[in-house]
Every structure is written in C-alpha cells, then in structure tokens.
C-alpha cells in the first residue's frame, strides 16, 4: 500500500474518533495533547540546552585558566626561540681528557686525527664509560663510529677501544 492511502486511512479514523467524542472530552484530550507535546518539547530542545549551558559555566573558569596558562607559555617560548643554542666545543684532546676526568676515567690514550677521537681503556667502569659516551653525545655532538668492548673478570669493569666522530646533524 502507497504511503498517501496510508495516511488518509489514518486521518479518516482520527477523524472518526474526534467526531465520536462529546465537546468535553474533545477539551480534555486536546489539553492532554497540549501538555505531551509541551512535555516533548521541553525534554527534547529545552533541558539539553539548559543542562548543557550549565556545565559550560561550570568549566568557564577552568578554561580561562588553561588559556591564560597557554598564553604564559606561548610568551615564554617566543622569547626561548630568539636564544640560539650555545656553541659546541671544537673536538680536542684537552675537551676529551676533562671530559673523562670528571666522570672518574682515565684512558690509555687519546689520539686525534681527521676529525675522529681514539680513545682506549684499560680496565674501566663500563657504567663510568657509558655514562661518558651519553655526556659526549650530548654536550659535545659526538657519536661513536666504531666501538671495540671486552669484558673483564671482574664486575662492570672492561677494556675498550672507542672511535668517536662528531654528529652530522649538526
């Protein structure tokens, strides 16, 4: 059955019912009508708008202090990003040895040639070591090229030949 027949089927029905109800109770089922479609409206458009204004005001304050906060640090890296970066040491002897002095090593040698560093240890911390290579890589720009480790019997201790280059992505 098409839709239009539907539809006048049940307009004709409803009109049957109306006509059949007395002028009293044609006021009471229009009022009741009045009232569900008031109470529809109400809960479908009136409450979510008025529930979701108040959970606005609620978080209001919250937000403005988050934008606030975000404007303090906006303001705070613009003037980070005026400052450059603190220059890199030159790759030398002296800036390797006080390198591995203040972590406690003492190393073989310390040879430098081409832009590399050779650096050989003979029975060393290997935390101690690789706390260095971590301070080197960060501080001086420096990563290891070639790394020859040999444990020794004793705990956390190693002989080690390391060849160090300055990164490329400087």
Request: aromatic share 6%.
């Amino acid at each position: 059955m098409n839709p239009t027949g539907m539809l006048n089927r049940y307009k004709q029905s409803l009109a049957e019912f109306w006509a059949a109800r007395d002028a009293r109770e044609r006021t009471t089922l229009a009022a009741a009508a009045a009232v569900a479609a008031f109470g529809l409206f109400y809960a479908l458009l009136i409450d979510p708008a008025l529930t979701g204004r108040e959970q606005l005001n609620k978080n209001l304050p919250e937000l403005r202090q988050q934008v606030a906060q975000m404007q303090g640090l906006s303001k705070e890296a613009a003037m980070f990003a005026g400052i450059s970066a603190l220059p890199v040491p030159e790759l030398s002897r002296e800036s390797i040895e006080t390198a591995l002095a203040g972590k406690g090593l003492k190393p073989q040698s310390v040879t430098l040639s081409g832009g590399l560093a050779k650096v050989q240890f003979a029975s060393v911390s290997f935390t101690g070591t690789l706390e260095w290579l971590g301070e080197m890589q960060k501080n001086a720009k420096l990563s290891v090229v070639d790394a020859n480790i040999v444990a020794l019997a004793q705990p956390d201790m190693v002989d080690a030949i390391l060849t160090l280059q300055k990164s490329k992505n400087e």
